[in-house]
């Protein structure tokens, strides 16, 4: 009776005995128990992907430019002012027409005259070809120095002029030369900095030359017979001075290029 209930028992209970493990092994874990923690890890380093995405920026990809702000505003108040002392002030030109052909400072025709003018616009346009390459190698600030410079050293000069060859000099040559310089950075900078809203950026820094052209000539209109041609020219010496450190000092190229040396490399393709 008792060996026909110990063979009814299973074989494998019985013949496999308890034992108990003081140290046992660890379950693997699931899938299940594992996906929170590789879903954070790959959240992190998705993060950690997109914002060198957005860091990183090179030459060929210099990434979106800001359109506004604190960077973007002050290259369009920077580029009026070039406006201003380039095209505001050729404009300029009429008045002191007027005031050499009268015969005060010199007497010449009215064609001599207006070959001052002309070579003014003349080299305003020209010099692009010579400032264009320079500003494409990043020599940005260089220009405005430069034309800033030349603008207004030109009308110091002018002040002080008694012969037309000597009007011809500064005002046709030099000033046109410095405002040559800063015609390409008012007009190159501005995409660097603005896409959707370039239009707009452009049409308040053109907006420049109007008041250029408003401004100049009635001040040397109104002073030229109060204080004499040569004091009349300074004022708008100081006035091209006070307007003109504002781009020299908030302009600057948004670009990741390399910056070469100023040598006749630049104007090699």
């Not at 505001?88 to 002191?96: A, E, I, P, Q, R």
């Not at 800063?182 to 007009?187: D, E, G, R, Y």
Request: proline fraction near 7%; hydrophobic fraction near 45%.
């Amino acid at each position: 009776m008792c060996q026909k209930i110990y063979q009814s028992f299973p074989r494998t209970a019985l013949s496999t005995p308890a034992t108990l493990d003081p140290s046992p092994e660890k379950r693997p874990s699931s899938p299940q128990e594992e996906s929170p923690t590789l879903t954070k890890d790959l959240s992190a380093e998705l993060a950690e992907l997109k914002t060198e995405a957005l860091t990183i920026r090179t030459a060929d990809d210099p990434g979106p430019p800001p359109n506004g702000g604190l960077l973007a505003w002050p290259q369009v108040l920077g580029s009026f002012m070039l406006f201003f002392n380039t095209w505001g002030l050729l404009n300029t030109f009429g008045v002191f027409q007027t005031y050499y052909e009268s015969g005060q400072l010199f007497r010449e025709s009215s064609s001599n005259v207006a070959w001052i003018g002309g070579i003014q616009a003349y080299m305003l346009l020209t010099v692009g070809f010579i400032s264009g390459p320079i500003y494409d190698h990043g020599h940005l600030r260089i220009l405005v120095i430069i034309g800033s410079f030349g603008v207004v050293f030109g009308l110091m000069m002018l002040s002080i002029c008694k012969t037309y060859w000597q009007a011809l000099l500064t005002q046709g040559f030099v000033v046109g030369t410095g405002a040559g310089c800063l015609f390409v950075p008012c007009v190159a900078v501005l995409p660097t900095y603005f896409n959707t809203k370039l239009g707009l950026a452009v049409g308040l820094a053109a907006a420049g030359s109007s008041m250029g052209g408003v401004i100049y000539p009635t001040v040397l209109y109104q002073l030229i017979d109060k204080l004499g041609f040569g004091w009349s020219v300074r004022v708008l010496a100081f006035i091209a001075l006070g307007t003109l450190v504002i781009p020299v000092t908030a302009m600057s190229e948004l670009s990741f290029r390399n910056q070469c040396s100023l040598s006749h490399q630049v104007f090699c393709p």
